[in-house]
């Protein structure tokens, strides 16, 4: 993917803009709040890759624009802002994550700390340019030139007054916020459609105490925990041997991209590496239960999950699992991605 701009948003963070070829305009469409998985290459021909939201909006920008705040001795953040330029190419997956509103129509309550701001701001651009939704911003920094995207929130929010709010909290004048401060500012917003949360981590559940705290539900709460991936979704595909009715096989039937499929299907293999290495092309990114882009849906027979980080319980009962965490367990099993 072409690097059209470098922009340093601070001192220790800058936004990255890619242009979509035509060709790719498809695969890389998105939904508000979704993120990219980027390639860091390193001296050794081998790399590592990490997510990054897109803090542009669909509906609003034409370009794609991730945004990478430095960790400090961190790999992929430091190696981004140091070393690429315009007229780079980065490699990326297409977009996935579920950190995305159900509707652009809804009256949402953002909590946004640091970089958690970037997929925030690309929700209340959504927001702003192409529905009736409104949105209240709580965005907390250590200090004031700490605050990536200032100019453009406060933008945003004088060519919408009526439809957004944002409240800045700084470490630097009001200490670090508290549950009981958290909710004391959320109170009057506790009612609102649903609750997006992003940012360090005592942050986040700082918050979701605090709105636990005033009765709201955790279906109307949505969070996104930033982390490293310790896996490599660029790696090369497994290599899988064919061995034709093995005892510890199951039969898989699986519908996918409008073709069904009959597969052997080993039981200590994921799904998602058994439809990789037999050369077809499900839908991934993070390959470690997270993100959720591989989901599919199981139509008969029994799965189990390794590992399971974002589908929730009434996601599991209309039989969603994650295809890079299942396995079989019956002897027979369909699946549609469809
Ligand atoms: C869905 C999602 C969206 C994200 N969106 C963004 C975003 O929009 N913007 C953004 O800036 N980040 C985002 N992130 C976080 C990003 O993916 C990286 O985790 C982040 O940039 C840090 O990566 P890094 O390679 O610089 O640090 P890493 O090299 O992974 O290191 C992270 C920390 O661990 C320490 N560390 C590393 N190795 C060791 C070790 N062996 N022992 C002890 N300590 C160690 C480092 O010193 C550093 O402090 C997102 C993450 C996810 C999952």
Redesign the pocket.
């Known amino acids: 993917m072409p690097v059209l701009n470098v922009i340093a948003e601070t001192a220790d963070a800058c936004s990255i803009v890619l242009g979509v070829p035509e060709e790719l305009r498809g695969r890389f469409t998105y939904r508000p709040g979704q ?1 990219l998985t980027v390639r860091i290459p390193d001296g050794e021909g081998a790399g590592a890759a ?4 897109l ?1 542009s909006a669909p509906g609003a920008d034409p370009t794609l624009r ?4 430095r ?8 190696w981004l802002c140091d070393h690429v330029r315009p007229g780079d190419t980065l490699e990326v997956l297409p977009p996935s ?1 579920r950190f995305t509103p159900d509707s652009l129509e809804a009256d949402l309550l953002l909590f946004a700390a640091g ?1 958690g701001i ?2 925030v701001i690309s929700i209340v651009n959504a927001l702003l340019a192409g529905s009736a939704g409104s949105a209240v911003l709580f965005y907390a920094n250590r200090d004031e030139a700490s605050v990536i995207f200032a100019g453009e929130l406060r933008d945003l929010a004088a060519s919408a007054p009526d439809r957004l709010q944002v409240v800045h909290l700084l470490e630097s004048l009001q200490g670090l916020p508290t549950v009981a401060s958290l909710a004391a500012l959320a109170a009057p917003h506790a009612a609102r459609d649903a609750a997006f949360i992003c940012g360090p981590a005592p942050f986040m559940d700082a918050v979701g105490e605090a709105l636990g705290s005033l009765g709201m539900g955790r279906e109307r709460i949505v969070m ?5 991936l310790s896996g490599d979704p660029f790696a090369a595909v497994e290599n899988i041997p064919e061995e034709s009715g093995a005892a510890d096989s199951a039969q898989l039937k699986v519908a996918l991209n409008g073709d069904e499929h009959l597969l052997e299907w080993p039981t200590k293999i994921s799904l998602l590496a058994l439809l990789r290495a037999r050369g077809l092309q499900p839908p991934f990114s993070c390959e470690e239960g ?2 959720g882009a591989c989901a599919c849906r199981v139509l008969a027979g029994e799965t189990k999950m390794l590992c399971n980080d974002v589908l929730e319980d009434e996601d599991l009962e209309e039989g969603l699992v994650l295809s890079c965490q299942a396995l079989p367990m019956s002897d027979e099993v369909e699946v549609t991605f469809d």
């Open positions: 993120f990490r997510c990054y939201s803090s991730i945004t990478v705040k960790v400090k001795g961190g790999y992929g953040s430091n994550g970089s970037t997929p996104e925990r930033f982390h490293s997270f993100c």
